[in-house]
């Protein structure tokens, strides 16, 4: 093995964050305005390398080929959880205590087929007092010939504190042919007299809006509530909403620091596991877990501590990092620490909603 030490052309084109090397500093300027690096990525904490992805920096710490100094260091003193390094074994321990959640408890003891918010008071009340970021979950049964058409048939609200806002089996429009009970446990007499879909539609969306037209929500203005869940998009299609904006939505299926190195989604059953360490949909399957599951992967990736670089996903980002051709000279003369600094990344970042 090589172990000279590393020139100074070498360390010159050398990128800050991923630290690819590059023969001409040209090819370096050419990976800043298309990697999108910036303070938002995943970060080792041990030799400071920004990843894209909380994936490719597991692989970076824990293996299978990890960076064997910083996987030694991880051993000792890091949270296989959130991946951050602490100063000491015993500072690991204490945050452990935390980090570690357990599963939520959602067996609620009343006929969920009632389950709803009472009355158009408790809508109005729920409008006005309610949480600002609410997760959304739904269960699907089949319709269609083969039950392969995905019907709305359940459907649940929470709140940031994990309380239930809105909870009921949904009566789909069209013939259910498949009710998939060994995931859902849904069967024909839960959904005999359950809350016709267009009703539930509306409801969810009046939640969501909080009393604000959808114009005023897509101008970005007003009381509208943020919405988590896991494959919302789908969800939400189901339930027959489709204007909800998509700048309100938080999706931990498509959040690009929770998906796979290879950019696909994970399984909220994976990332649950991953990074809150704990088993969900482990046989029949509530939507009010889901919520929770979402909940806590939104809040835990909206705590991390970044600088707030209000670019981030603002749309800036493109035509920040398109750095036009006649400063080309100017850039090659920066040093990789500049030029880091000028790059902005190229989603919305949540820790920006705290």
């Known amino acids: 093995m090589d172990s ?24 370096l300027v050419e990976h800043m305005r298309v990697s999108f690096h910036s303070v938002h990525e ?5 030799c400071q390398k920004h990843c894209r992805s909380f994936e490719s920096l597991r692989e970076h710490l824990i293996g299978p080929l ?44 009343i006929s969920l087929s009632r389950l709803s918010l009472q009355s158009s008071s408790s809508d109005h009340d729920a409008r006005l007092q309610g949480p600002r970021v609410v997760a959304l979950g739904c269960k699907l049964v089949g ?6 058409l995905d019907l ?43 809350m016709p879909l267009k009703q539930a539609q509306r409801r969810v969306q009046d ?3 909080n009393g604000e037209p959808i114009w005023k929500i897509r101008s970005r203005g007003g009381r509208a509530r943020i919405l988590v869940g896991h494959g919302l998009d789908h969800d939400l299609e189901c339930l027959g909403i489709d ?30 596991q991953a990074y809150l360490g704990y088993d969900i949909q482990t046989g029949i399957q509530d939507p009010y877990e889901d919520c929770v599951a979402a909940m806590r992967l939104y809040v835990r990736m909206r705590s991390q501590a970044h600088p707030h670089d209000y670019s981030s996903g603002s749309g800036e980002a493109q035509s920040r990092n398109n750095f036009p051709s006649w400063r080309q ?13 000028l790059s902005g990344s190229d989603y919305y970042c949540w820790c920006l909603d705290s």
Do not use: W
Request: aromatic share 8%; hydrophobic share 30%; with cysteine.
């Open 207 to 209: 939640l969501l809006c």
């Open 152 to 194: 709305c048939a359940r459907v649940c609200l929470i709140g940031e504190h994990e309380n239930v806002i809105f909870h009921t089996y949904v009566r789909p429009q069209i013939p259910v042919t498949n009710y998939r009970y060994e995931t859902t446990g849904i069967r024909p007499e839960h959904l005999r007299d359950a």
């Open 66 to 109: 990890p960076k064997l100094e910083c996987a030694r260091i991880f051993s000792i003193r890091g949270c296989t959880l959130c991946l951050n390094i602490f100063d000491s074994s015993s500072a690991l321990r204490i945050h452990r205590g935390h980090c570690q959640l357990s599963r939520a408890a959602p067996n609620i003891n």
């Open 4 to 27: 000279r030490p590393e020139s100074s052309e070498t360390l010159r084109n050398k990128c800050a964050a991923c630290f690819r090397q590059y023969n001409k500093m040209e090819h």
């Open 143 to 148: 319709g269609g010939s083969d039950g392969s």
């Open 42 to 46: 995943p970060k080792c904490g041990v």
């Open 243 to 272: 204007q909800y904006p998509s700048f309100m939505m938080r999706d931990t299926a498509n959040y690009p620091p929770l998906m796979k190195t290879s950019k696909l989604s994970n399984s909220l059953k994976y990332l649950t």
């Open 329 to 341: 000279r100017e850039l090659e003369r920066m040093t990789p620490d500049q030029l880091l600094e």
